[in-house]
């Protein structure tokens, strides 16, 4: 029996240091919650695949997770780290509105290094609620003024939980849309030239109506 090969779509974590993307990692590769003071202190790339079945469909897809662990802090992310990205994840803290209004930096690097990702905006540490100071509101207007860039909008929270597998899901089927798009084009300009293929190879066999 063959076997069914389930696309991989690259995702990356972007954001200031110290606004959860580490441990939105953690969340999505084992559903683990480790605090500040109990993590190494370790520098280096990091990724994880993991595979989304498509609701009311036979269709499946891999997400493939890419972390900067830390690397920021110390560099800025090369080019290669955006790189064949379907999807960028701008990671923000509720509680940090400083880590927000500086997204819009962010947001230039993956229209510039992957400029084909789809964009979405995570407020990280929904969990703290006393302590929120970005508002739904402040949100939706960034992703107005980015001229709607934002393909959704999400909050989560690393310590519960809560959003986070949502949001992933949501990005998969998002996801698997648009590469299904991409494959029905595709498939619709093979068979659009194989016809023209065709049609010239006609012409060049057929008859010669010339009278000599």
Known sequence: MATVKIPAQKVILVGE?????????????????VRASDRQSTLGLD??????????TDRALKLQLWDTGGMERVASITSSYYKYSEAAILVF???RPDSFHVLSQHLLDIVTYA??????????????????????????AFSEQCHNLM?????????????????????A????????SKIELQS?????????DQALEADENGPNDCSC
Request: hydrophobic share 30%; proline share 0%.
């Open 17 to 33: 240091y110290g606004v959860g993307k580490s441990s939105l990692f953690r969340r999505f590769a084992n559903d683990t919650f």
């Open 47 to 56: 990724n994880f695949g993991k595979v989304y079945q498509m609701k009311d």
């Open 93 to 95: 803290a509720l509680d």
């Open 115 to 140: 400029e084909n990702a789809k964009i979405f905006l995570c407020g990280n540490k929904f969990d703290l609620k006393s302590r929120i100071q970005v508002t739904d509101g402040e949100m939706e």
């Open 151 to 171: 393909s959704g909008l999400y909050k989560t929270s690393c310590k519960t939980g809560e959003g986070v597998e949502e949001m992933f899901r949501d990005i």
């Open 173 to 180: 089927n998002q996801l698997s849309e648009t590469n299904r």
């Open 188 to 196: 619709l300009e093979e068979a659009r030239s194989f016809r023209i």
